[in-house]
């Protein structure tokens, strides 16, 4: 991993987080906090939790939590959000774009309101997010952007259908936007987590007991920067690792049998 504030001297001094008063996304703000940022803005919908955070690093490392409580799924926010950092004469350098979350069950037993909400959150606000604040990045010749995608991304998941969905669509577009910012000065990385205790399990009706081949988000943290600006896409973990690439050139058929296998584990689990 990159040593503490050689982060901050490459990429600038503030960063914004989605999806930060829980799991993962907290997880990048604490350690950004560490990193030499002196501003983190951190956007999600839980304002206590975003307080909590604030009052954290402010006492820890004397680092300005900005919070910002939005619900990202709703048209419109990312623009908000924007609107928000503008207000407070802030420039973003480095954004973790990683709000999301998931639902299992059978496609149609899942509220339609929780399928078009994944869609809204895991795909249209990333892209909106992406948008809006890579052309400040890319004009000042700097910066960097972090997605979070998942395992599941690589192979559609049943039971778990629009999740891996929405999921290969942050794939597609992380890994896109790598190319596409080549030589701009602006790093992206896609971080694929596989499973990672967090706050996820249980929005999503998996199973919470956390066995074995559970990850930290500290580690996914960990694995994600060590990957910026130098790799495309980065799978956390050896387990995850294996299992993505050393499944890579199955028949899609035997892999999506195996994918039905395991998934209806996690179904009966629940
Ligand atoms: N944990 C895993 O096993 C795993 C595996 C692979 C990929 N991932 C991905 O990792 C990312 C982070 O998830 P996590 O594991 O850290 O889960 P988590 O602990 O549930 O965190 C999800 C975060 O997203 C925020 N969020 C949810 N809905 C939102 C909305 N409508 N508007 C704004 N913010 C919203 C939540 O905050 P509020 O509720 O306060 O809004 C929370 O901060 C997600 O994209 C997830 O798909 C997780």
Redesign the pocket.
């Known amino acids: 991993m990159r040593s503490q504030s050689s982060l901050a001297k490459r990429y600038g001094s503030t960063a914004l987080v ?9 997880s990048f703000c604490r350690e950004l906090c560490q990193s030499g940022f002196t501003t983190v803005i951190a ?4 304002s206590d ?1 975003l307080e909590e955070l604030r009052a954290e690093a402010e006492k820890r490392w004397g680092v300005r939590i900005v919070p910002i409580s ?4 709703r048209e419109g ?1 990312a623009r908000e959000v924007l609107s928000q950092v503008e207000a407070f004469g802030l420039e973003v350098d480095f954004v973790v774009n ?5 639902v299992l069950g059978d496609m149609e037993s899942i509220d339609i309101s929780r399928t078009t ?1 994944m869609v809204d ?2 795909c249209r ?1 990333v892209a909106e997010v992406a948008a809006l604040f890579l052309s400040g990045m890319k004009r000042r010749r700097r910066g960097a952007m972090i997605i ?5 991304a690589t192979v559609p998941a049943p039971w778990f259908a629009v999740y891996s969905a929405t ?1 290969a669509f942050d794939l597609y577009l992380g890994e896109a936007l790598y190319a596409e910012c080549k030589g701009t000065g602006v790093d992206v990385v896609t971080v ?10 249980a ?1 999503a009706g998996l199973d919470r007991q956390y066995h074995s081949p559970y990850r930290s ?1 500290e580690d996914v943290v960990r694995t994600a920067i060590s990957a910026l600006g130098r790799k495309a896409i980065v799978v956390d973990g050896a387990l995850n690792k294996l299992l993505v690439h050393g499944t890579r050139f199955l028949p899609r058929a035997v892999l999506l049998w195996l994918s039905r296998i395991v998934m209806k584990v996690e179904l009966r689990r629940e």
């Open positions: 989605t999806g930060a008063s829980s799991g993962i996304g907290a956007v999600a919908r839980r939790r939005i619900d990202l799924a926010a990683n709000a999301g979350f998931g909400g959150l895991n606000a979070t995608s998942s395992v599941v999921k694929l987590p596989g499973l990672t205790r967090t706050e996820f399990q929005g988000p």
